[in-house]
């Protein structure tokens, strides 16, 4: 089995740091990034302090029971694990086909390679 992790032979210098950081590659990463990642936490962050809201200050409302001994607040409750889920697999999907061929890109033009064409998925 053959290891395809590449490994620079030396570390970047602050420099190149500098230069990687300030580059237009990079800042579209960042802007990419964080264009998915704020907008999907404070959504998620919302979604969770309403359920405590609710849970809270709506007990008769909670307490409703939906089918047997599940009322709405088990369900909604239950949605926090499901949501979660949702976030992670839409980060994932987002990761593997926005930031990762990105991220290549810079780590190649970092280490002095030229860029790689991108996989055909």
């Known amino acids: 089995m053959s290891d395809t992790t590449r490994v620079p032979e030396s570390g970047p210098t602050e420099e190149q740091w500098i230069q990687v950081a300030d580059s237009k590659e990079f800042r579209e990463l960042r802007s990419t990034f964080r264009g998915f990642a704020f907008p999907l936490f404070i959504a998620f962050i919302v979604w969770y302090v309403a359920y405590i809201v609710v849970a809270t200050f709506l007990p ?25 889920a949702l976030v992670t697999w839409a980060y994932i999907r987002f990761a593997d086909n926005k930031l990762d061929p990105a991220s290549e890109r810079i780590r190649d033009l970092m280490e002095g390679q030229t860029p790689q064409a991108e996989e055909v998925r």
């Open 60 to 84: 008769d409302f909670v307490s409703i029971k939906l089918w047997g001994q599940i009322n709405v607040g088990m369900a909604l409750g239950a949605a926090q694990y499901v949501t979660t």
